[in-house]
Nanobody, 124 residues
């Protein structure tokens, strides 16, 4: 299996910044794409940003020009730099990765993995 671990969340004042990390481990052959999602208290999960293996990125309108997603393929890690944070950015942030891995049976297979989430609170 492929494990994802998010880190970097915390409490920050409005206007502040945080950088989240999503580190993948396991028998990974290729990471195809990674998305960041967030879930605010009492609301559904929404896609925030994504990046493909080729470096293409996409963002939700609510975070464009404030958030930047990037990746370090050598470390199998994706980052989400969040600037000019607003109270409405508060929530649990999750990363979701797709790609190809080697199974315990020694076969290549697709994977779709989620991390456990990291909490972001934007408040004065």
């Amino acid at each position: 299996q492929v494990q994802l671990v998010e880190s970097g969340g915390g409490l920050v004042q409005p206007g502040g910044s945080l950088r989240l990390s999503c580190a993948a481990s396991g028998k990974i052959f290729r990471m195809s794409d990674v998305q960041w999602y967030r879930q605010a208290p009492g609301k559904g999960r929404e896609m925030v940003a994504g990046i493909t293996k080729g470096g293409s990125t996409n963002y939700a309108d609510s975070v464009k020009d404030r958030f930047t997603v990037s990746g370090d393929s050598a470390k199998n890690t994706v980052y989400l730099q969040m600037n000019s944070l607003k109270p409405e950015d508060t929530g649990d942030y999750y990363c979701n990765a797709h790609g190809m891995m080697m199974t315990d049976l020694g076969r290549w297979d697709d994977f779709d993995s989620w991390g456990q989430g990291t909490q972001v609170t934007v408040s004065s």
